[in-house]
């Protein structure tokens, strides 16, 4: 097959990208969400998944998994900015307030920066529950180019 044929599967070119150009994807966390994910990640932390344990803890209840809501930064990388094809290099978290079940997280990405040279654009990354922010940081994403 050749690559023309995988055209339809790329999302932004680096070409396309400019600094500002945001984009943001949300997600009603639900208590099969967090139990699937710890599963998955094989983070079992109480907190997570203990009422009685959590509500205990300084959540004074359950939260989410923190990289849970981290993950719906890679959704918006790899569905819509700068979409499929694009490769997730680095990414920085700083984890600000907790997510409970029904909280709607919205993750937003933001170009700060691009470097033509290596096709790499960097990224302002956040994640908010309403005016809350409960996740920031930084990302480096490698985009293709036009051929």
Request: proline fraction near 4%; charge should be negative; glycine fraction near 10%.
């Amino acid at each position: 097959m050749a690559s023309k044929d995988f055209e339809e599967f790329y999302g932004y070119r680096f070409e396309d990208l400019s600094e500002g150009l945001s984009a943001a994807y949300g997600h009603t966390v639900t208590d099969a969400d967090i139990l699937m994910f710890a599963g998955v990640s094989g983070d079992t932390n109480p907190v997570h998944l203990n009422d009685e344990l959590a509500t205990a803890s300084m959540f004074g209840g359950r939260i989410a998994h923190g990289m849970l809501s981290a993950s719906f930064i890679s959704t918006v990388f790899g569905t819509r900015l700068p979409g499929p094809g694009c490769i997730y290099l680095s990414q920085t978290l700083k984890f600000k307030a907790p997510v409970r079940v029904g909280d709607t997280v919205v993750a937003r990405v933001t170009v700060k920066s691009l470097n033509p040279e290596k096709r790499k654009a960097l990224f302002d990354t956040v994640c908010t529950v309403g005016d809350t922010v409960v996740l920031t940081g930084e990302a480096e994403i490698m985009v293709p180019k036009r051929d």
